[in-house]
């Protein structure tokens, strides 16, 4: 999604079972547990150009009809989607051409442990190509119910008729609990650890190859790559938020060795410098 937007939902907390109205995002939690939650992101004040990053998590994205188009660049390729997209993994300089008067995009931000298992895919889909049509990895009947939804009218009935549809759906819970811990905690320190940090913390319960490949198998991308994304997130938003500090400074404050850690971490993802990107 949109890095502006995915930064709002990182630096905000939203209480639960609540919904929050702002100027610039809408949040609602919904009944069920599948969700992190849904958020609602006006765009009529969205700059064109708009690099995209995820942060890891699977994250469904609707666009307000279904007749809509989303083009996106992607180191210097033309890609079109349809008005449903989802985007899941390491976005490397990929920047999404906003429409003309736009008025919001819909974002459903799924668990992992629910999202692999009630949709049945397999997170390896996300590797190579993190950004998708949904209709070319979901099956026909999960379309048809999307479809359904694009039928409702207002934003408030789409998300009500999505939560009641994937609120019955049943998961095979095999996600490791011990993974969910992992994920936690690089949570709790904003991506400002280790694999080394993390193995301690979970203590003699698993090794390195353990959360190696449980991560790759369940999440999709290795826990140093998951970490990695954190660190970066969350650094861009502190020095957005608050910008009368030394990038260099909240880079090393964040975790990152140096300056030039940063400063590859941001070519790689964002596609240019830090001095070149329009903060405002």
């Known amino acids: 999604m949109p890095l502006v937007f995915l930064q709002k939902i990182k630096s905000a907390v939203f209480p639960k079972s609540r919904l929050v109205w702002r100027k610039?995002?809408?949040?609602?939690?919904?009944?069920?547990?599948?969700?992190?939650?849904?958020?609602?992101?006006?765009?009529?004040?969205?700059?064109?150009?708009?690099?995209?990053?995820?942060?890891g998590l699977p994250s469904l994205i609707f666009m307000p009809r279904k007749s809509d188009t989303v083009h996106?660049?992607?180191?210097?390729?033309m890609l079109k989607f349809k008005s449903s997209w989802i985007c899941c993994g390491v976005i490397k300089d990929t920047h999404w051409e906003v429409p003309k008067d736009l008025e919001y995009i819909l974002v459903l931000r799924f668990k992992p442990s629910s999202f692999y298992s009630i949709f049945n895919i397999n997170p390896s889909v996300f590797h190579s190509k993190p950004i998708h049509n949904l209709e070319d990895i979901m099956d026909e009947n999960w379309m048809q119910v999307f479809d359904k939804m694009f039928e409702?009218?207002?934003?408030?009935?789409?998300i009500s008729f999505l939560d009641d549809a994937l609120s019955t759906c049943p998961t095979n819970d095999c996600f490791p609990h011990i993974l969910s811990t992992a994920m936690e905690y690089i949570e709790e320190r904003?991506?400002?650890?280790?694999?080394?940090?993390?193995?301690?913390?979970?203590?003699?319960?698993v090794n390195s190859k353990w959360l190696y490949r449980n991560?790759?198998?369940y999440?999709?991308?290795?826990?140093?790559?998951?970490?990695?994304?954190?660190?970066?997130?969350?650094?861009?938003?502190?020095?957005k938020e608050n910008r009368s500090d030394d990038i260099f400074n909240v880079a090393l404050h964040s975790g990152y060795y140096d300056y030039n850690h940063f400063f590859k971490d941001f070519k790689r993802y964002i596609g240019i410098s830090p001095s070149n990107y329009a903060w405002n």
């Open 24 to 55: 610039d995002i809408v949040y609602k939690q919904l009944k069920n547990e599948h969700f992190f939650g849904v958020y609602v992101f006006p765009c009529m004040d969205l700059k064109s150009n708009q690099p995209l990053f995820n942060d």
């Open 72 to 77: 996106l660049k992607e180191k210097g390729e």
């Open 152 to 158: 409702r009218k207002k934003i408030s009935q789409r």
């Open 190 to 205: 904003r991506g400002d650890t280790t694999v080394s940090d993390v193995l301690h913390q979970l203590g003699k319960r």
């Open 215 to 217: 991560f790759v198998k």
């Open 219 to 239: 999440v999709g991308i290795p826990p140093k790559k998951y970490i990695s994304l954190q660190r970066f997130i969350y650094t861009y938003g502190d020095y």
